[in-house]
């Protein structure tokens, strides 16, 4: 649910991010004051996790073992507690919030900041940016992954927690280090958004009151014989009586001719974060570890290592880091030279099917899953019971290493479709 709720808030913020850098602010303001906010949201994920000590053992005694916290789970309840009742769940979605709300206006802004600083050095510097910049943001989520996410399942989630401020707390002053040297040339100049809807808005009113006139003549005024008649945005120039320039209005026609490409990103969205959601959860009902965790064992003091779930994304996160590099410096240039050099079109494509290859193999690997279990009698070890953090979860005894598969493909599209997209967008709406 709190994974869910992140996506979602974030992504709607990042609508509102661009919307008051564009139109109020300008983006190094707009960056700068959503860093203090992100950094906020995080400081408060440790404070809901006590200080690892020996008064408090992470390993899930009764809540009279533990010492008294003020986000203490009681452990020792025979039912499900509900969510809205959880002792501190109001502060977990009060931090999920405001986390979400800067990291949408630092991430919608902070992409096209960096192209703005590169973009008088031409295409080849401005393919360069995005894939390089692409590269990076994988090297953090390769730590993130493999060390964040190790230590929040098998050390001590105030840790795992702690680290992750830490690391934007530096973000933060890198960024602000580099004040001195940024363009910011294009601050606060009026939003796409808001042009879109007062030109839309100006169009419908021409047209209409001319329209209602029932006059030909008037709607077809200032037309030559080798002019075609204008469509109804067309009403929002000047010419056919509107109130915006032809350069403006052209712009908005553009964009709509290229509203297919950004719809068809909408579903490859949509599948790429099931990484991030119903794969997690797949990985939580497999076997974590490389031995059999039944029912007995999970009562035991012995406990073995499990895979942290999350490290299955490091397939994807490995594949990124293998491949751009090679795309951007061996491949990419060769195709230059011959003179084949790839649309962004062409690249979204080839991600996307990637992408679905990804969601066949996930498939694939499900309907084995349930295979092993229902195929199975349960007492002979096809479900197993794992204890993570201080919750329990019923898995088969499938591997989880059986998803390294579609992670590696999601990461090949993600090099094709991800950083293509990212660069058209720029494109598609640097109408300024």
């Not at 329209?211 to 929002?236: F, H, K, M, W």
């Not at 011959?338 to 690997?365: D, E, H, N, Q, W």
Request: glycine fraction near 8%; aromatic fraction near 16%; hydrophobic fraction near 45%.
């Amino acid at each position: 649910m709190a994974l869910f709720t992140f996506n979602g808030l974030s992504y709607v913020a990042t609508v509102f991010g661009g919307w008051v850098a564009d139109a109020l602010f300008g983006k190094y303001p707009t960056i700068f004051a959503a860093f203090f906010v992100y950094i906020v949201g995080c400081a408060v994920w440790p404070a809901l996790y006590p200080y690892p000590s020996r008064t408090f053992i992470s390993h899930c005694g009764t809540a009279d073992q533990n010492v008294s916290h003020w986000c203490a789970v009681n452990t020792s309840a025979s039912y499900t507690v509900p969510l809205g009742q959880e002792n501190c769940a109001w502060a977990v979605f009060l931090a999920i919030g405001i986390i979400s709300c800067g990291y949408g206006f630092v991430r919608v802004n902070i992409i096209p900041f960096g192209a703005h600083q590169v973009e008088h050095e031409g295409q080849k510097a401005t393919r360069f940016y995005f894939n390089w910049l692409y590269w990076f943001f994988n090297v953090g989520s390769l730590i993130a992954f493999g060390v964040v996410g190790f230590i929040q399942q098998n050390v001590s989630y105030f840790y795992g927690y702690l680290l992750p401020g830490i690391f934007l707390i530096v973000a933060f002053v890198i960024f602000v280090s580099g004040s001195k040297n940024y363009v910011k040339k294009r601050e606060a100049h009026g939003s796409i958004l808001t042009n879109i809807f007062c030109i839309c808005k100006n169009a419908v009113k021409v047209y209409w009151h001319k329209n209602r006139r029932r006059d030909t003549e008037v709607l077809t005024s200032g037309l030559s014989q080798s002019e075609q008649v204008p469509c109804c945005i067309d009403y929002a120039k000047v010419r056919y009586g509107g109130q915006f320039t032809e350069s403006s209005v052209n712009d908005i026609k553009a964009l709509g001719r290229i509203l297919l490409v950004f719809a068809s990103m909408i579903p490859y969205w949509m599948v790429y974060y099931q990484m991030q959601t119903t794969f997690i959860v797949q990985g939580l009902h497999m076997n974590l570890s490389f031995v059999s965790v039944n029912v007995s064992a999970a009562k035991d003091d012995t406990r073995h290592f499990m895979i942290p779930a999350s490290w299955l994304m490091m397939f994807d996160v490995i594949f990124v880091l293998f491949l751009l590099p090679l795309l951007d410096r061996v491949i990419y240039p060769r195709l230059d030279r011959a003179g084949y050099s790839p649309s962004l079109r062409l690249r979204i494509l080839i991600g996307m099917l990637f992408t679905v290859a990804a969601m066949l193999v996930a498939g694939a690997v499900e309907h084995f899953r349930l295979w092993t279990i229902w195929s199975n009698n349960a007492t002979s070890g096809a479900i197993q019971e794992q204890l993570i953090g201080c919750t329990t979860y019923y898995s088969s005894e499938m591997s989880i290493l059986w998803q390294i598969p579609q992670y590696a493909l999601v990461g090949i599209s993600e090099i094709f479709t991800i950083t293509a997209g990212n660069r058209k967008n720029c494109q598609s709406f640097d109408f300024h």
